[in-house]
């Protein structure tokens, strides 16, 4: 059976759903192509109210990603969880699915609502599994997208090592302008040996300086 249905791929389909809820370009065929890649059923096109409902529950989830804290998660979490619908129920969608837990009112509730409940359950086994906050907020300010941490390693601060990388060249740049004005013609003096002035190299003078006529050593 298709792990699907397992807590990583609601949690992984969550953070798929609120970076394009949330970013640049949140239109029904986008959304709609997340949902299908995450193998959801989009029989036609999202109506205006579904996707509304859509963007207000990713809305609504973007804050469990931003706590920080595990503790901060949970309180963000246990307020969504009394906001959605539940009871905890077991379904198999008529049998065309293996069983699998879900929070919303039945099998035909609103995207939005599917989202919130399916989301928040399968955060709140997370933070229940590791005892750490289960995703956060990508720390590049150009990005602001929400990910997933699922190992053990060191705290993460960015959603990608695409970001981590524009980041880091970025902090290498501004530091490099911070620092003091150097002219060229000392760098060169610095790296030159003394007995060449700033003067124009002539083949006569590097003869001079290394009179073996080749190695600089
Ligand atoms: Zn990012």
Known sequence: MTNRLSVRSAAGRTVALVNVLTGPDPS????????????????????????????????????????????????????????????????????????????????????????????????????????????GLCASSSCGQVFLVLGSGPERRYCSRRCATRERVAAHRMRRRAQPRVSSAAVRSLRTPSAISDAPVTPAKLSRTYPAGGSAQ
């Open 28 to 135: 029904a065929d986008a959304v709609a192509a997340v949902l299908r890649e995450h193998g959801e059923k989009v029989p036609t096109a999202l109506s205006p109210e579904e996707l509304a409902g859509l963007r207000l529950s990713a809305a609504a989830l973007r804050p469990v990603f931003a706590a920080g804290t595990v503790d901060a998660a949970a309180a963000r979490l246990n307020e969504l969880l009394a906001l959605t619908a539940g009871p905890l129920r077991l379904t198999a969608h008529g049998g065309t699915t293996a069983w699998h837990p879900h929070l919303d009112r039945d099998d035909d509730a609103p995207w939005g609502e599917w989202l919130l409940a399916s989301a928040a359950l399968a955060l709140t086994v997370l933070v229940w599994d590791r005892q750490r906050p289960p995703g």
